[in-house]
């Protein structure tokens, strides 16, 4: 199937198609999902029902990474973090009656400025985000722009230089774990030299680099003791082995892949086209078959088993989320009126 986002039309015309085992895998995993397209700034939620994808578009500015927890979602945008907190008292009421199981109202913001936020996760009660531009890990504090909380140890000092483009983060046991970077440089945007070859995953706190050689890593994730990353400048999704830095590719995919989430053995993965600065990596050679959107890959056998394509409009995916046990969610942005002319107010009984 194909359609026109009329929530995305005011901006641009996004046009979507997607498989038909999509809506009928969500429906079976009681999952929705989260995408962000920080190229037009929107976050898209994707849920099934009757058979049928639906979606909607909300607007922010440059969202990037997200970050869910069942009473919150976080979103990471050019300037700030915005909070969703999710109201189920006021899902049961929200026209169609009885159609939506969580209700994420936007409430709260906190600016910390441009520093290229990229994966964010929830620490406790935490939020960590990777901040790309300070070549660090910070959380928030309402005193501050944010608090650094951990870099790379070849990174010699905190400056806002992009020195290796820090970007993915792993959290296991609910600490911070796994990193990826695309070099291990200590220069202004010295990743850029070694780009192709120079991408590594590093271990937190330690620092020790668990594997080097890879093309544009990102979104390390830890499931039933395995290692993935998403070695995107390859186009693979590969799994790794800590002690000897060894990987061996799970699948090959149609797109620079950044964004994963991995749900009852299932790695969701975000697609994007790639931009004419990452012609020397391997996928160059493939910029013609590339697609943006989202792969479904199962994990024991490699293979695909659903796709959603966005075939105009969009051209890069940076995240996906997987809300687990919420299978038709209501969202409402900061900017509601423009993205379903539906604001919400969330009020106090009494």
Request: hydrophobic share 40%.
């Amino acid at each position: 199937m194909s359609s026109s986002s009329q929530h995305a039309a005011e901006y641009r015309d996004v046009r979507l198609s997607y498989s038909p085992s999509l809506p009928k895998l969500l429906t079976q995993l009681r999952i929705s999902l989260l995408i962000t397209t920080y190229q037009t700034g929107h976050l898209i939620v994707l849920h099934a029902r009757q058979n049928q994808l639906k979606y909607t578009f909300h607007q922010f500015e440059r969202a990037m990474g997200v970050a869910y927890r069942p009473d919150c979602i976080a979103v990471c945008t050019a300037r700030e973090v915005w909070f969703a907190r999710n109201a189920p008292e006021l899902a049961a009421n929200i026209e169609p009656l009885g159609r939506h199981d969580a209700c994420y109202l936007a409430r709260t913001t906190h600016f910390t400025g441009d520093i290229s936020a990229h994966e964010s996760a929830w620490v406790g009660n935490e939020l960590w985000i990777v901040n790309s531009l300070f070549s660090c890990l910070c959380s928030l504090h309402p005193y501050y722009s944010f608090v650094p909380r951990w870099r790379p140890p070849f990174i010699s000092t905190l400056v806002p230089e992009d020195r290796c483009h820090l970007n993915g983060l792993a959290i296991v046991n609910g600490q911070p774990k796994y990193v990826t970077a695309l070099g291990e440089t200590d220069t202004h945007q010295g990743f850029r030299d070694v780009r192709e070859t120079g991408g590594c995953i590093m271990e937190v706190p330690s620092g020790r680099v668990v594997s080097r050689g890879l093309a544009g890593p990102h979104s390390p994730r830890v499931y039933n003791g395995g290692l993935f990353v998403l070695n995107a400048g390859h186009g693979r999704l590969e799994t790794v082995d800590p002690s000897t830095g060894s990987r061996k590719t799970i699948a090959d995919l149609q797109g620079f892949s950044r964004g994963m989430a991995i749900h009852r053995g299932l790695a969701f993965i975000g697609l994007s086209k790639i931009r004419s600065t990452w012609s020397g990596i391997p996928l160059a050679d493939r910029r013609e078959e590339l697609k943006c959107g989202l792969a479904v890959v199962d994990l024991h056998t490699g293979n695909h088993i659903a796709q959603f394509d966005i075939t105009a409009g969009v051209d890069e995916v940076f995240n996906v989320t997987v809300l687990p046990g919420i299978t038709a969610p209501f969202f409402s942005g900061p900017l509601a009126e423009q993205d379903s002319g539906q604001p919400m107010w969330a009020i106090p009984p009494g």
